[in-house]
């Protein structure tokens, strides 16, 4: 990518960053649902780990890093949505007659999303310091998270924003994300040890990317990490949303191309 396309993708970003900043009652409201869910079931589910396998004696410290994933991914699906109303407005098109780089127009809100999923990820870890969470690892273990977060969140970002310009309807995005949203969260670790699962849940699990993102966190957060599952997780992680990227970027194409 050239310095140009750099600097307008980036442009572009900061457009959206503003258009976030200007919703005090969004970034509000992405603090509390995460937060309600950590001390909700962080609460309810605590004796849990008497039961073993969860590599911690708190549920809590457990917990962390499967909320912060999964605000991840709740945040992020619904990327589409804003490039749907871009359409709709006639914001893209109208910039479409400007000389701006196609991948910055398309990339700006994948940027965006993965630094307001950043934000929001260490947001949630002092949650829950907060609440009593231990994180063993230190800050490498910390990064990681944050990391494996922002990647996991830029592949369903970037996938929401193809999927939005290939259907075009509010419905049909609402639909296909209600229908992924919970299958993926509870076919991981996100609030159960692998060892306390079914079989065949486990099986599914491990070609979850959600999971991944929770192995590699987990794994790099604990007192011995295993670095082995950090690189293959995250980079299964990166390989995705480098695909997912470009796929978004050619359902823009294609759209570019229709109107």
Avoid: C, H
């Avoid at 750099?6 to 005090?24: K, S």
């Avoid at 400007?98 to 002092?126: F, K």
């Amino acid at each position: 990518m050239s310095t140009d396309a750099l600097t307008q993708t980036w442009y572009m970003t900061q457009r959206q960053l503003t258009a976030v900043l200007r919703q005090p009652a969004y970034v509000v409201m992405m603090l509390i649902q995460p937060a309600i869910w950590l001390f909700l079931f962080g609460n309810l589910f605590k004796e849990v780990v008497e039961l073993g396998g969860f590599g911690t004696s708190s549920y809590l410290d457990y917990l962390v890093p499967g909320i912060v994933v999964m605000s991840a991914l709740s945040s992020n699906m619904w990327a589409g949505m804003g490039t749907l109303e871009e359409i709709e407005r006639g914001t893209l098109n109208r910039f479409l007659t400007t000389p701006v780089s196609r991948g910055a127009l398309m990339n700006a809100n994948v940027v965006q999303q993965a630094l307001t999923t950043a934000v929001q990820s260490a947001l949630i870890i002092l949650l829950g310091r907060l609440g009593g969470a231990d994180y063993p690892g230190g800050a490498a273990g910390l990064l990681v998270l944050v990391v494996a977060a922002s990647l996991l969140g830029t592949v369903f970002g970037a996938f929401s924003n193809a999927l939005g310009m290939l259907v075009r309807q509010r419905e049909s995005i609402i639909g296909i994300n209600t229908f992924l949203l919970l299958p993926l969260t509870f076919l991981s670790s996100a609030f159960m040890a692998p060892s306390r699962m079914p079989d065949w849940m486990r099986t599914i699990a491990d070609y979850n990317p959600l999971n991944w993102a929770m192995v590699a966190a987990r794994s790099a957060m604990s007192e011995n990490p295993d670095w082995n599952d950090v690189l293959t997780r995250g980079g299964a992680l990166l390989a995705l949303a480098i695909t997912a990227v470009w796929l978004s970027i050619r359902t823009f194409r294609s759209y570019q191309r229709s109107v």
